[in-house]
T-cell receptor
Framework: NAGVTQTPKFQVLKTGQSMTLQCAQD?????MSWYRQDPGMGLRLIHY???????DQGEVPNGYNVSRSTTEDFPLRLLSAAPSQTSVYFC?????????????FGSGTRLTVV | DQQVKQNSPSLSVQEGRISILNCDYT??????FLWYKKYPAEGPTFLIS?????DKNEDGRFTVFLNKSAKHLSLHIVPSQPGDSAVYFC?????????????FGQGTTLQVKP
């Protein structure tokens, strides 16, 4: 059982380039989400999904796109990378609507935009 | 507007003693609170949660206390162990009906000295 798998682990982009951060889970989880972690700011929600075909914006969605065509996959697309998008990105998933149930996080993608 | 706040960036305690990590929130609509632990180069892992109808939840060495009138919660670790050294985040879903997203605090780095 792999849990939540994120690829790549590290990436360097030039300003203006686009790329897709991959996230896959094999736990049949309904909920999936993307967070970014920046120093002193905790984790901030970018986009989230409550099921295949359903996505919504989080706190910091600008510059990012998502889609959820299958239960397993939830890719995050950077449309035109900017230095402000340098961050560590985490994907998370959960099967339960019970709010006290914790999310399972991937190990993260460290992105640097130069 | 930071709805979940962890005002202490770091905490250092001696092995065997109690660690107390604090979290304040501003939104009285929060019904659940969660604590996550994060080691370097890994994703956060769920630690413990508490419902707003309770004032205490215990799981082994970890206990979370909730003071609704003060909009304050704390995580107690007793006894502290060197392996507990990590960043701890408190988090809350904005509402019971919207559990697809979590709002995180900034995190507190705990160092447990042998």
């Amino acid at each position: 059982n792999a849990g939540v798998t994120q690829t790549p682990k590290f990436q360097v982009l030039k300003t203006g380039q686009s790329m897709t951060l991959q996230c896959a889970q094999d736990m049949n989880h309904e909920y999936m989400s993307w967070y970014r972690q920046d120093p002193g700011m905790g984790l901030r929600l970018i986009h989230y999904s409550v099921g295949a075909g359903i996505t919504d914006q989080g706190e910091v969605p600008n510059g990012y796109n998502v889609s959820r065509s299958t239960t397993e996959d939830f890719p995050l697309r950077l449309l035109s990378a900017a230095p402000s998008q340098t961050s560590v990105y985490f994907c998370a998933s959960s099967y339960s609507r019970a709010p006290g149930y914790g999310y399972t996080f991937g190990s993260g993608t460290r992105l640097t935009v130069v | 507007d930071q709805q979940v706040k962890q005002n202490s960036p770091s905490l250092s305690v001696q092995e065997g003693r109690i660690s107390i990590l604090n979290c304040d929130y501003t939104n009285s609509m929060f019904d659940y609170f969660l604590w996550y632990k994060k080691y370097p180069a890994e994703g956060p892992t769920f630690l413990i949660s508490i419902s707003s109808i309770k004032d205490k939840n215990e799981d082994g060495r970890f206990t979370v206390f909730l003071n609704k009138s003060a909009k304050h919660l704390s995580l107690h670790i007793v006894p502290s162990q060197p392996g507990d050294s990590a960043v701890y985040f408190c988090a809350a879903p904005p509402s019971v009906s919207n559990t697809g997203k979590l709002i995180f605090g900034q995190g507190t780095t705990l160092q447990v000295k042998p």
